[in-house]
């Protein structure tokens, strides 16, 4: 599997940690590079724009509180963009909404606590009971038609 990660200052060291962790995996780094400080919507959209190109399987997008980070990601037509805070919510993107890109804090939680919520993502199976796959194409025909 190949996973994008990007990120902003403040999430600099998490990223480069995470990166380690991650070993399993062929990463994809789409920066920023430094702690020097950065404005995180231009990464956040870079990673976005990898997903929806299908040059990786997964995003992964980290800033202080993950939430600047997932709101830009989701203007991205094309992107399903859960930020997740715990192990049930990492399930839950997957499960329930399909994710494709997860936004992390990464000042408040650790480069292991998000690999863990990373692997239980991607051991979880989106399902595709009815009512799930409607929600996903009703917000499709939003990115559309501005309509559900």
């Known amino acids: 599997m ?3 990660i990007a990120n902003d200052h403040r999430a600099y060291e998490t990223k480069e940690k995470l990166k380690e962790l991650l070993d399993d995996y062929e990463i994809i780094d789409y920066g920023c590079y430094s702690n020097d ?3 995180y919507p231009k990464y956040a959209f870079l990673l976005s724009q990898a997903v929806v190109n299908k040059e ?3 995003g992964i997008v980290m ?3 993950g939430i600047g980070v997932s709101i830009a990601c989701n203007k991205v037509k094309g ?3 859960a930020k997740i805070d ?3 919510e990492a399930k839950s993107a997957k499960e329930h909404n399909d994710a494709n890109i997860l936004a992390f804090s990464a000042t408040t939680h650790s480069a292991l606590e998000i690999k863990n919520m990373i692997e239980i993502f991607i051991n979880s199976t989106f399902n595709t009971t009815p009512r799930y796959k409607i ?3 009703q917000v499709e025909k939003y ?3 501005n309509e559900y």
């Open 2 to 4: 190949k996973i994008g």
């Open 37 to 39: 400080m950065v404005d």
């Open 56 to 58: 990786v399987d997964l």
């Open 63 to 65: 800033c202080g509180t």
């Open 79 to 81: 992107i399903r963009c």
């Open 86 to 88: 715990n192990e049930d």
């Open 135 to 137: 929600r996903i194409k």
């Open 143 to 145: 990115e559309e038609t």
